[in-house]
């Protein structure tokens, strides 16, 4: 009798698991399976800054080439199976803290907030997100001497943690 209810708890068990929402890394939720080839052309931007467009359309690109099984172009030419737009819509640095001998800020915090649309080939909006909101901090050097602008960097760092996301969201639909 105790077996019969074992293996009927384990059953159980084995059947409400398999129905709970979790699934295999990669299971592009968002993604057609027929999907073979992405497009990610430069993202937009309706900010003053230079390049952050370039570093998110390249890390994004990278990132998807590196996690899923599709043939990923920088340009929307070739007719491809979705494509991936992103447009910057506000980039702010602001300082974090300041050095107190020097009255000059010592550490910077730079906002980005980005909106990315995944469409089909027929225009079908698969996946959006209005509002990613990412941020970074970078240390200032207060020496003239030996200045070094620390952004470029931070916007490399921010850049790459975007692009894990939004690839985790469409390719795992969280």
Excluded: W
């Excluded at 929402?21 to 027929?34: F, R, V």
Aim: net charge negative.
């Amino acid at each position: 009798m105790s077996h019969r209810f074992i293996g009927l708890a384990f059953l159980t068990a084995l059947c409400v698991l398999s129905g709970c929402g979790y699934h295999t890394i990669g299971a592009a939720t968002h993604l057609p399976p027929d999907a073979h080839t992405l497009s990610v052309p430069m993202f937009a931007t309706r900010t003053e800054t230079y390049h952050t467009e370039t570093a998110l359309t390249d890390a994004v690109i990278r990132e998807f080439a590196a996690r899923s099984r599709m043939h990923v172009t920088p340009a929307g030419g070739g007719n491809p199976d979705v494509v991936l737009h992103g447009t910057i819509l506000k980039e702010v640095i602001e300082p974090l803290t300041y050095n107190t001998t020097t009255q000059q800020s010592s550490s910077y915090l730079i906002t980005l907030v980005v909106s990315v649309t995944l469409n089909d080939r027929d225009g079908k909006v698969l996946y959006q997100n209005k509002n990613y909101v990412f941020r970074n901090q970078y240390q200032a050097t207060s020496d003239l001497h030996t200045f070094l602008d620390e952004s470029p960097a931070a916007i490399y760092r921010m850049s790459r943690d975007f692009a894990r996301a939004l690839v985790a969201d469409v390719l795992e639909g969280m």
